[in-house]
């Protein structure tokens, strides 16, 4: 059983804010020799950090040995409301897990040179960690899920602003389709309809031919009440 200690799905981008920084195409040769014109790596925190006690809600946090997200697809879009998106990499309809503790590589592919001010990133709304300590009601190694976009939330939308129905709930997490959008200009990307919900500030562009660093810091992703035991919206970044 796993517990929630934000309440809906605006805390995943509340826990959130990015910078995105590129690096020259030189450094996107991959083993096999070729080169993508794009590499986005994941990346997370050691799970070495000292567990956090919030004294007035009586929960303790903790870091997070593995973080794992199943991710679909990466749109990337050269305007700031995040129209015309252009798709990087499908992993398919199954998506793939990727632990963010084994710094995967998380998409790769070839748009265009260009400035991009948009970054969509299509994933499962259900997260899944291993505490990388027990304390409380948490056992260091086992798995948790929590679900991010619940039954009863109907604000979030797809790259093509085609809304998306929550399901699931702490209990019981069900695997939905969300698009996390990253802009620029967040304003630009509301007005357009996109939910702040699911809405990330991107603080500087993304620039092809380059690389970038997707960040999940889990310092603190594990939280217990000594009753239950659950997940926290990680802090991300780009780099």
Known sequence: MSFSIRSTAASLTMAAVLVLGACSAADTTTPG?????????????????SLKMDGDSGITFGPAASLTIKLYALYISTHADCSSPQLV????????????????????????SDT??????????VLNMKPGATFGACVAGANYAGDIYRAGESDWVDVNLGHITGTGTDDVPADDHVTIFMSRDTAAAMARG???????????????????????????????????????????SFH
């Open 89 to 112: 990499q499908d992993l398919g309809a199954a998506g793939v897990d990727k632990d963010f503790m084994t710094n995967p590589v998380l998409f790769e592919g070839t748009p265009a």
């Open 194 to 236: 996109i939910s702040p919900h699911q809405l990330l500030p991107l603080q500087s562009s993304l620039v092809v031919p380059g690389q970038t660093t997707f960040r999940m810091d889990a310092s603190n992703a594990v939280a217990t009440n000594g009753v239950q035991c659950g997940i926290e919206p990680p802090v991300m």
């Open 116 to 125: 991009y001010q948009c970054v969509m990133m299509k994933m499962s709304d």
């Open 33 to 49: 020799g070729s080169t993508p014109a794009l590499v986005v790596y994941g990346s997370g925190t050691a799970a070495g950090a």
